[in-house]
């Protein structure tokens, strides 16, 4: 997300979908700047406006604090976007417009990778020349040890998504280098050179260079790690660097004077500097946004008051775009804590909820379908279907007592956890409470800070046992765009942990685990999706979470900031990787 005085560059999303109320007569609108806006939903058919104007600083804003700026500990989409600017993973997302954003190409790697052996081998060369921000060189020994303390030190870095130790060979026993004081490592893990790395799986991953795209695999130099501090102090090996780094408050990245654009054709390096300020009310960022001086680091769109007045002036609405974001926003029900571990009291919940009035919450249909699938539209695998219908999808109470009964209750007292810094998702859980009052489930807020949601409460199952959150408030967008890389962290029992845990629902149904192994195991991509619907529907017959909306995002496209692409890789957000401005 970007501006300039010039005006920006945009391209938005997977699916081109039209700001109601938008005609040709809204395009070619006076920003008040001199700039023109390119009309509404322009950045979901193409870049807007691109510059290539060097200097300045661009200023991003969030609501409150990232789970962590540690490219091994982190699993917010928009950090996974930031991270880019200090951190080369092997593989990453195109910086282009829509479907083109969710193009694989090679970072740190040279190119993709070679399988072997049936898909269970990987095999990835380095680019030469690479360099850390103090000039020493990065080799494939530190794109390994990024990989151990990432997946195999949870105790230490519990936040990011445990896929390498799910499928490496021994990553079941290995305990991760905090531990293991030897210099081999993980055996499954080989470094033959230098330029060389070897994933040895213990199962075919035919999806596998999208999982090297994560930030798990950006380079980390064993002798400057300090474990849960080297967040204070990360070593750069992109395009930017830390300058400073106040926890909780704000951080600034300067140019990296050791990045090479020989060694990397996918950044340019525009601005001097990149602030990144924490915990700004919501409601100001979307005022700086609209002033061009800011941009939204979480990527979520306007909130509520600001999208009333956007919509309504087509002035303000020629500079937005409305898109599929790939993601889903839905309530997890636990299905390990009483009554909820009854199939038929989460289907007493399924029925209950009126969900036309948690899209009004969260926005209306601007911001999101009803939804009734695990899958969002725009993900591959995703087959329409609605297994607990309810009239005009406002509810069923008199069907939500009859499952009560079913269950053996004919009433519940549970909690439903929803993050503070979040209006709209604290909107939409009270919506759901009241409707749940009306079938006799009775459901108390309670909320929880975005940036210690998965570590300290929702993501932790002992925390939640304790204080009787049966109900969790969630938005989930896909890890990669494929069934699998939507439905695997949030379904699979192998993703339930101690702390940092994104399956809510602590889902661990052995037909939908053997159904993802077995995609992920298949190359036939066809019959991989349609393993995907499967897999959405046996979850859907468990009732393990209710769909609520298949979300839009939208974006305020403000003038200050050059070379915004919005891609669909990153949930619908702008690509972070080369915005510029051309305010000093």
């Known amino acids: 997300m970007r501006r300039s005085a010039l005006a920006a560059i945009a391209a938005i999303g997977t699916v081109s979908l039209v700001l109601s109320g938008c005609s040709k007569a809204d395009d070619d609108k006076d920003n008040g700047d001199g700039s023109k806006s390119a009309g509404a939903n322009a950045a979901t058919k193409g870049v807007v406006n691109a510059s290539d104007a060097k200097g300045g600083t661009v200023t991003y804003e969030y609501s409150d604090v990232p789970d962590s700026f540690d490219p091994g500990n982190t699993y917010y989409a928009y950090m996974y976007n930031l991270s880019r600017l200090y951190a080369r993973p092997l593989m990453t997302f195109k910086p282009a417009a829509g479907e083109a954003g969710n193009e694989l190409v090679p970072d740190l790697a040279a190119a993709p990778g070679e399988p072997s052996d049936g898909g269970k081998t990987w095999t990835y060369k380095l680019r030469e020349g690479l360099k850390y921000e103090d000039g020493t060189p990065i080799t494939s020994k530190d794109v390994k040890y990024a990989v151990e303390r990432s997946n195999f030190a949870r105790d230490v870095l519990s936040l990011g998504p445990n896929y390498f130790q799910q499928f490496l060979e021994g990553g079941d026993k290995y305990k991760g280098p905090y531990k293991d004081k030897s210099e081999k490592g993980l055996a499954s893990i080989e470094t033959p050179d230098d330029t060389t790395i070897v994933f040895k799986l213990n199962r075919a991953f035919q999806e596998f260079d999208y999982l090297v795209a994560t930030p798990q695999t950006a ?270 962290q949030i379904l699979h029992g192998d993703a339930i942990g101690e702390s940092g845990n994104t399956n809510l629902s602590q889902l661990d149904n052995a037909d939908v685990n053997s159904m993802l192994e077995e995609a992920i195991g298949t190359e036939d991509e066809a019959k991989r999706n349609s393993l995907y619907a499967e897999i959405d529907k046996k979850t859907m017959e468990e009732a393990a979470l209710v769909p609520l909306s298949y979300f839009k995002v939208l974006l305020y496209r403000p003038a200050g900031f050059t070379n915004l692409v919005s891609t669909a890789a990153f949930s619908g957000q702008y690509d972070y990787l080369n915005i510029g401005t051309t305010k000093k």
């Open 219 to 488: 380079p980390v130099p064993k002798a400057k790690d300090t474990g849960i501090d080297y967040v204070k102090d990360v070593v750069s090996s992109g395009s930017y660097k830390f300058e400073s780094y106040e926890e909780g408050k704000q951080v600034v990245l300067v140019r990296n004077e050791n990045w090479d654009a020989a060694t990397d054709p996918l950044r340019k390096q525009y601005p001097d500097k990149i602030v990144v300020k924490l915990k700004v009310n919501a409601e100001t960022i979307d005022q700086d946004v609209q002033a061009g001086t800011a941009i939204d680091l979480g990527g979520t769109g306007v909130q509520a008051a600001t999208q009333a007045k956007v919509v309504n002036s087509s002035e303000l609405k020629a500079n937005t775009d409305n898109t599929y974001g790939g993601r889903l926003v839905y309530m997890a029900i636990n299905t390990k804590l009483a009554p909820f571990d009854k199939v038929e009291c989460r289907k007493a919940v399924q029925y209950a909820v009126d969900k036309v009035s948690v899209q009004t919450a969260l926005g209306g249909p601007i911001r999101g379908d009803i939804a009734t699938t695990v899958l969002p539209p725009d993900i591959p695998g995703y087959e329409k279907t609605d297994l607990y219908a309810t009239p005009d999808n406002k509810g069923d109470v008199a069907k939500a007592k009859e499952q009560l009964k079913a269950c053996g209750k004919t009433s519940i007292k549970t909690n439903i956890s929803a993050r503070s810094d979040r209006p709209q998702e604290i909107d939409a859980a009270t919506a759901i409470i009241d409707s749940l009052k009306k079938a006799g489930i009775d459901a108390t807020l309670k909320q929880y800070p975005s940036g210690k949601y998965f570590t300290d409460n929702a993501g932790v199952p002992k925390f939640n046992k304790k204080e009787n959150i049966g109900l969790h408030m969630m938005q989930w967008g896909a890890d990669w765009p494929s069934g699998y890389g939507f439905e695997q």
